[in-house]
């Protein structure tokens, strides 16, 4: 392990990991004692500047490798996921700090089908997921069709913290997140260094299953919002024929599936242009 | 009284109003009943369209009068402020339906400078805010330079719900607010055949004092966030002493005033360009 990169402002409107970026501009002396060599990245500074999500796309759709290679596509996002391959690709570990609308708490997600296999990544996730106000979200994507921006890195966590309006700040969210990467930092020290403690005694996770869209229209319109029962309940337990939405003049639609479900991204701002009203994951906890 | 408007979609990423409004096109059967024609108007169809508070500039900053009658102004917000002052002058009393990512319930706001001596303004709010969860506040603005979308019409109440992400919609703010506009009605109509009860026990508000900035760098950057003591404590006392900010680096900030103040729109997203980290206000309690 030579080089850890920790990525914020991926979303140009989620401030948390921009406002790290900002102080981290000034490496914390702590920095220089670890046996690897830590940077700080702005992702999108044109979203930034602007404080929106993105400019042209969203640019951590835009990494995919047919597209990263393909010289044609000029927005800016896609010129953007260009430049940040080149500039991050082959980083031993990578964070990307995200802040959602949803009560997910620290969310670590990993994307990679082989994260929970790797040694590594799995004891940083066990040894962060002690923390009760930390969950671990696996929504796999295989590389050759992976559209994220961590995905340039050797290994990477995806950091998502909330609820936090975008374009705000919220002081515990951002010390929290802090304190997520200085332990983090510490762990991959140790492990470096051969001094970490594999204390793993199992772990749970949340298996991504699918994307659950708003009651609509014919038409397309929302027809309905998260059920006021089930809003801000990101993983916790939702069972067949309990409330999930309710219409506009009240009527409530009961989640119709035939297993127990754990939704997150409960009414994630910047999903409602996606059509996702929530993820339903699967809770998995594997023994050692 | 012959005319009331709801207006919603002033700020076209609040989502509570628009989709009320999206609700009322089709009037309820209870409307037809009241003494008095009932409308809902959506302000701005461009901003609703891109899910922006605004396209050019703030519509609810665009109703100065010398702007109103200055033909040379043609940002988008500009000319739309004109066909709202033709379409909603003169209505007997307008109601504008906002959202805020700040924690202040339902606020009604009274913008003109003689709203508390108007016995059906002040009748009406103080029969509202019988809620618990409903509360007043008082932030004068001369007439002729009332920047307000509401001052268009003989009477109004801005109606500030949340918290809410802007872009979002809550399903038990929205169903909040159909009940206080719905009930507001119904206050109208009696006052209007002389069966509303002036019951009134006297009037708590909160009067607006000033608007307090973040601390910022010496460039003019963001250098600290609301404390976490602070956040989500509208409507709540702050004392000289007490904790107002922190910084990125985990500095506290007190209040540094000489009196008791109760903050509202603390961490309002959209009040961050505008440089205001929240308003204070005195609480006003006046006995009959």
């Known amino acids: 392990m030579q080089r ?7 979303h140009g409107n989620e401030l948390g990991g921009i406002y790290l970026h900002k102080l981290w501009q000034t490496p914390p002396a702590e920095w220089s004692q670890l046996p690897f060599s830590v940077e700080s990245c702005l992702a999108n500074p044109g979203a930034t500047q602007a404080c929106r999500r993105y400019l042209d796309q969203d640019l951590n759709r835009s990494f995919v490798p047919t597209d990263l290679n393909n010289p044609d596509l000029a927005a ?13 690709g082959g980083a031993d570990f990578l964070f ?16 990679r089908p082989d994260a929970l296999d790797d040694p590594l990544t799995r004891q940083l996730c066990s040894h962060l997921a002690q ?15 992976s559209p994220y921006l961590p995905s340039v890195a050797q290994r990477d966590i995806t950091v998502e913290v909330g ?6 700040l919220n002081a ?16 991959l020290a140790d492990w470096h260094t051969d001094k970490s403690q594999p204390a793993e005694q199992g772990l749970t996770y949340y298996h991504h299953i699918e994307n659950v869209d708003y009651p609509r229209s014919s038409e397309g319109d929302l027809a309905g919002m998260v059920h006021p ?14 409330p999930l939405f309710i219409t506009f003049s009240g009527e409530t639609i009961a989640y119709q599936g035939s297993e ?8 994630e701002q910047a999903y409602y242009e996606k059509h996702f009203a929530m993820s339903l994951a699967r809770k998995v906890t594997q023994r050692l």
């Open 229 to 242: 029962h089930l809003q801000s309940r990101d993983f916790e337990p939702l069972n067949p024929g309990e």
């Open 131 to 145: 923390d009760p106000e930390v969950r671990i979200y696996f929504n796999p994507s295989p590389p050759e069709h």
């Open 260 to 267: 127990t479900v754990w939704p997150v991204f409960i009414n």
């Open 4 to 10: 850890v990169v920790i990525v914020g402002g991926t």
């Open 96 to 111: 990307d700090l995200h802040n959602t609308t949803s009560n997910m708490g620290v969310t670590l997600i990993l994307s």
């Open 163 to 168: 609820p936090m309006a975008h374009g705000t």
């Open 172 to 187: 515990s969210l951002f010390f929290k997140t802090r304190e997520t990467i200085e332990k983090a930092l510490a762990f």
């Open 76 to 88: 800016y996002e896609a010129q953007r996921a260009k430049v940040l391959s080149a500039r991050l």
